[in-house]
Every structure is written in C-alpha cells, then in structure tokens.
Nanobody, 125 residues
Framework: QVQLVESGGGLVQAGGSLRLSCAAS????????MGWFRQAPGKERDFVAA????????YYADSVKGRFTISRDNAKNTVYLQMISLEPEDTAVYYC??????????????????WGQGTQVTVSS
C-alpha cells in the first residue's frame, strides 16, 4: 500500500539527541496515521509514538514521554521522531509504520499495516 524508508539512525552518547525521518510514497500521505516502533536485540517490538493524519492527535509510550517528539510534514510525505536525553536503554532498531484506520491511542496494542525497513540507533554510556 505505502512504501516507507527510515533514515537518521546512528551512534550517539548518552544524553545526546538524534532525529529520525521516515519518507513515505503515495499521494494520500495525509490520510495515514503514522508512528514509530523499536526493537532491541532479543526483545519484542515495542510501540514508541503515533500521530494522526492532521497532526492533531499524538500518543506516546510512557518510556519516551517527555524525551521524544513525533511530528509530520505532509507536504514532504515525511514523519519525524526527535529524540533527546537519549539513554543506553533506547538502543534499538527503530521502525516507521503507517495505517489508514488505527487511531493513535490504539497503536500500543494493534499492528499497523505498513512498515519500513528500520534504522539502527545506538546510545553509548
């Protein structure tokens, strides 16, 4: 349905910042709820944040609330994840996701229909 490509991952020191980007294909980007998940080695994939098509509704996992900010630029078909005060526990592969119908508040318990390939974020102590 929609192709997603993440970028912006890398190595950063604890306490540092990083901004991830997710570029989406198609002409109907503004109709998709967008979000981010992450998966550490040997662990399950966890929800991080979601944002509605208009950007009005936003929902964060408790573990990142106050440190991460999700945003989108519909003119550029791009969603962002600004991460500050990074901790070693934030180390994971971060995945961008999209869905036409799952409300932001439900993203922690439901699985979106489209996924990107993931980008590695490593936070050193």
């Amino acid at each position: 349905q929609v192709q997603l490509v993440e970028s912006g991952g890398g190595l950063v020191q604890a306490g540092g910042s990083l901004r991830l980007s997710c570029a989406a294909s198609g002409r109907t980007f503004s109709t998709y709820v967008m979000g981010w998940f992450r998966q550490a080695p040997g662990k399950e994939r966890d929800f991080v944040a979601a944002i509605s098509g208009s950007g009005v509704n936003i929902y964060y996992a408790d573990s990142v609330k106050g440190r991460f900010t999700i945003s989108r630029d519909n003119a550029k078909n791009t969603v962002y994840l600004q991460m500050i005060s990074l901790e070693p526990e934030d180390t994971a592969v971060y995945y961008c996701a999209a869905d036409r119908y799952i409300a932001t508040i439900k993203w922690s318990t439901m699985t979106p229909g489209s996924w990107g390939q993931g980008t590695q974020v490593t936070v050193s102590s």
